[in-house]
C-alpha cells in the first residue's frame, strides 16, 4: 500500500533532483533570515550558491542541541512570530528546554508523513487508532493523532498510563493499532496477563507502533508475544518533525527515511568526518521543507547506519538500521564504554526474567543490574535462582566486557514509567 506511490518510489535520481533543490532553497532562507546560520556562513567565507551538489551538504556547519538552546526561544525562526502555529519543546531535564516552531504547513508535512508511514504498513481508514503517547509539549502524540485523522481512522487520544481505562477502551471501541513506548508496551503485556486478558482472543488488536525510545529486537519480540501484535519501528525528533521521519514497511527489513523532507548523514561521532554506508555512526539530519525553523546538518546523537540494497516493498527512499543507542547515553564503567540497549537485549532474551529493569551505577563503577522475574519463574526456589542469576552474569559479561551484580526482584516491583523509561540511575562517587 502506498499513500504516495509517485514521491515514495521515485527514482534516485529524480530524489536526488528533487532533495538538491529543496537543500538550496532552505540554505537561501537560512541564510536571509537566521542571524545564527548567517553568523556561521560568514566564518566559513560560505555563500548559498556555493551549494550545487547534495554532497556540498557537508560543507554547511552542523547544528547541535545547544545551539538549539542558546537561540532559545526565538533565534532559530525563520519566518516571522505570528506566522508560526504551534509550540513544542524538548523533554530536557535541566536548563532550557529547545523550543521548536511549526508553522501551518510545517504542521500538514508532519501529519502527511505520520499517514505515508502508518498506510505503508497496512493501515486504512476502517482501523481504530489509540495513541497512548503524551499529549502536550512533546510532539509524539500530536503529531501521530493528526497523521491517523488524515487517513481518515477513527482516533483515540487515550494518552499514556492508566491500564485500566485502556483496556476498557480498547474493548468497547474495537481498537486495532496502538501508539506507545517499548517500557509501556512491555508492561501492559504483563498487565493484560494479570487481568487473564488474551489481546488475541479477546481485543481486534493488530498492530503496535514502539517508539519514544532506543529499545531492542528482543523487545520487540516480547512486545509481540504479549500484545499479540504486529511491533512497527519507527523514528523521529522533535527537532526534525515528531514521529514519522522514519518507520518500517511490512518487510521489517530498516526504516525508510522519508528523503523528500531529510537529508541524511551518517558521521564519526569523534571526528565528525563521514562513514560508508553499512557503518554504524551518529546520524546528522538537514530539513528539506521546514518553514518555521529549519535546521541545516542537525547532530542527532543517535547511532545508525544506512542500509544501500534497495527494499522489495519498492519504496527508493533509503532504509535506517535500527538506532542502537545515543552517543551520549553511552556509559564508561571501569574504562569500558557500555550501551544500556547492550544489557537490555542479553536481558529480553533471557527465559524466566521479565520486562521490566534498571541498571544503577554505585561507588567506584559498580554496576547492579536489577531485574524483575518473570511470574512463572518467581517461586523461592534459591537453587535455581542462584544459577539463573550467575548465568545471566556472565552472559552480561561476555557482551559488556564487565561482570554486574544481578539482583532479581519479584514481578512489579520496580516503577512504571507512563513517559520515557529511566532505565539509568548513575549514584558514582565521581
Known amino acids: 500500500?502506498?499513500?504516495?506511490?509517485?514521491?515514495?518510489?521515485?527514482?534516485?535520481?529524480d530524489l536526488e533532483r528533487l532533495q538538491l533543490q529543496r537543500l538550496q532553497e532552505t540554505v537561501r532562507r537560512v541564510g536571509a533570515h537566521v542571524p545564527f546560520y548567517r553568523q556561521k556562513f560568514a566564518e566559513l567565507s560560505l555563500k548559498p550558491e556555493d551549494i550545487r551538489s547534495v554532497t556540498d551538504v557537508r560543507r554547511l556547519p552542523f547544528t547541535t542541541s545547544a545551539d538549539l538552546r542558546a537561540n532559545y526561544p526565538t533565534g532559530l525562526l525563520a519566518v516571522p512570530y505570528d506566522a508560526t502555529l504551534r509550540l513544542h519543546t524538548s523533554s530536557g531535564t535541566t536548563g532550557k528546554p529547545k523550543a521548536l516552531f511549526f508553522s501551518r504547513q510545517d504542521v500538514e508535512n508532519a501529519a502527511e508523513l505520520c499517514a505515508r508511514s502508518f498506510v505503508m504498513t497496512g493501515v486504512t481508514s476502517k482501523d481504530v487508532f489509540q495513541n497512548m503517547m503524551t499529549y502536550g509539549m512533546f510532539t509524539g502524540a500530536l503529531?501521530?493523532?493528526?497523521?491517523?485523522?488524515?487517513?481518515?481512522?477513527?482516533?483515540?487520544?487515550?494518552g499514556p498510563g492508566n491500564s485500566e481505562r485502556q483496556l476498557l477502551?480498547?474493548?468497547?471501541?474495537?481498537?486495532?493499532?496502538?501508539?506507545?513506548?517499548?517500557s509501556y508496551g512491555l508492561y501492559l503485556a504483563t498487565f493484560l496477563e494479570k487481568h487473564s486478558v488474551?489481546?488475541?482472543r479477546d481485543l481486534a488488536l493488530r498492530k503496535a507502533f514502539v517508539g519514544a525510545e532506543p529499545y531492542t529486537e528482543e523487545t520487540r519480540c516480547k512486545i509481540e508475544d504479549g500484545l499479540g501484535v504486529d511491533v512497527y519501528n519507527s523514528y523521529g525528533l522533535s527537532e526534525m518533525n515528531g514521529p514519522g521521519v522514519a518507520f518500517e514497511c511490512v518487510h521489517k527489513r530498516g526504516m525508510h527515511l522519508w528523503e523528500d523532507h531529510f537529508l541524511i548523514e551518517i558521521i564519526d561521532p569523534v571526528t565528525a568526518e563521514p562513514v560508508p554506508d553499512g557503518q554504524p555512526g551518529e546520524l546528522v539530519m538537514t530539513t528539506l521543507c521546514r518553514e518555521a525553523m529549519p535546521l541545516l546538518r542537525y547532530r542527532t546523537r543517535d547511532i545508525t547506519s544506512i542500509i544501500p540494497e534497495p527494499c522489495s516493498c519498492g519504496r527508493t527512499h533509503?532504509?535506517?538500521?535500527?538506532?542502537?543507542?545515543?552517543?551520549?547515553?553511552?556509559?564508561?564503567?571501569?574504562?569500558?564504554?557500555?550501551?544500556?540497549?547492550?544489557?537490555?537485549?542479553?536481558?529480553?532474551?533471557?527465559?524466566?526474567?521479565?520486562?521490566?529493569?534498571v541498571i544503577t551505577l554505585q561507588g567506584y563503577d559498580e554496576m547492579i543490574v536489577k531485574v524483575e522475574l518473570a511470574e512463572a519463574g518467581f517461586d523461592g526456589q534459591v537453587g535455581p535462582l542462584l544459577n539463573l542469576q550467575s548465568e545471566?552474569?556472565?552472559?552480561?559479561?561476555?557482551?559488556?566486557?564487565?561482570?554486574?551484580?544481578?539482583?532479581?526482584?519479584?514481578?512489579?516491583?520496580l516503577p512504571v514509567s507512563e513517559g520515557k523509561a529511566r532505565r539509568v540511575i548513575d549514584?558514582?562517587?565521581m
Open 1 to 13: 500500500m502506498f499513500w504516495d506511490e509517485k514521491i515514495e518510489t521515485l527514482e534516485r535520481a
Open 427 to 429: 549514584e558514582r562517587k
Open 198 to 200: 488474551d489481546p488475541r
Open 143 to 158: 503529531v501521530t493523532h493528526y497523521g491517523a485523522e488524515k487517513i481518515g481512522c477513527l482516533v483515540i487520544p487515550a
Open 318 to 357: 533509503r532504509r535506517l538500521n535500527r538506532i542502537t543507542g545515543r552517543s551520549d547515553d553511552m556509559l564508561i564503567v571501569r574504562g569500558v564504554n557500555i550501551y544500556p540497549q547492550q544489557i537490555e537485549r542479553i536481558l529480553m532474551a533471557q527465559k524466566g526474567v521479565g520486562r521490566n529493569y
Open 392 to 413: 545471566l552474569a556472565e552472559k552480561l559479561r561476555a557482551e559488556i566486557l564487565i561482570k554486574p551484580r544481578v539482583q532479581f526482584l519479584p514481578p512489579g516491583s
Open 169 to 182: 477502551l480498547m474493548q468497547d471501541f474495537r481498537t486495532t493499532f496502538i501508539h506507545l513506548t517499548p
